[in-house]
């Protein structure tokens, strides 16, 4: 089955450092989501992003499906960005989601 | 504001017993899923349900089980059965043909077992 395969698995940056966070797939893919779940346990969809580019503040995604990766940068890190990042792409339908292992972020003060 | 409301938070659970959680919805989505976290790793998928009254195994299905009756719940029974419950269990609901949509999780519940 197909494999998801994020990096790295830990980040410590400083506040206002930029950061840029891998998910390579090991088959082509027509769904590809970045999620963010906070210290306290809450997920966030962050974007769907099967090919292309998107930008939402200070976030953005690029997946080149071609080459089978997918990037999420974060441009002037606050603490709040603190947490983990999974992305994640279907099995065979858009019910079953394969989950990478995650990057954990850490922003420092 | 529609989401996704999970209940207890916290729950605790003798050697034995089963017990409950509870997923509620109301974005009108048409799917809804369960997921354990264990701690430090990511998601795996228990049960999912594409409409009401019907709902598939995921990975780790033994020792669950679920009801869909009404589009807006899909509770989640932990049997005695399952024999390490100890983990962080989210409800999540989207519109499968509408990736595009994203995914809508609850706040989760972490149970513990005593």
């Known amino acids: 089955g197909i494999q998801v395969e994020q990096s790295p698995p830990d980040l410590i940056l400083q506040e206002g450092a930029n950061s840029t966070l891998r998910c390579n797939f090991s088959d082509s893919v027509n769904n590809l989501q970045w999620f963010h779940q906070n210290p306290w346990g809450q997920l966030i969809n962050l974007f769907y992003i099967p090919s292309g580019t998107k930008q939402n503040g200070r976030l953005s995604a690029t997946t080149v499906a071609t080459e089978r990766y997918s990037l999420l940068y974060i441009s002037s890190s606050q603490t709040t960005d603190s947490g983990v990042y999974f992305c994640a792409v279907p099995m065979d339908s858009n019910y079953q989601l394969i989950w990478g292992a995650g990057t954990k972020l850490i922003i420092k003060p | 504001d529609g989401g996704i409301t999970q209940s207890p938070k916290y729950l605790f659970r003798k050697e034995g017993q089963n017990v409950t959680l509870s997923c509620e919805q109301n974005l009108n989505h048409d799917a809804m899923y369960w997921y354990r976290q264990d701690p430090g790793q990511g998601l795996r998928l228990i049960y999912y349900s594409q409409i009401v009254n019907d709902f598939q195994k995921g990975d780790i299905a033994e020792g669950y089980s679920v009801s869909r009756e009404k589009k807006e719940s899909f509770p989640l029974t932990v049997t005695s059965a399952q024999k390490n419950p100890t983990a962080f269990y989210l409800c999540?609901?989207?519109?499968?043909?509408?990736?595009?949509?994203?995914?809508?999780f609850g706040s989760g519940t972490r149970l513990t077992v005593v």
């Open positions: 999540a609901s989207s519109i499968p043909w509408q990736p595009s949509r994203g995914y809508t």
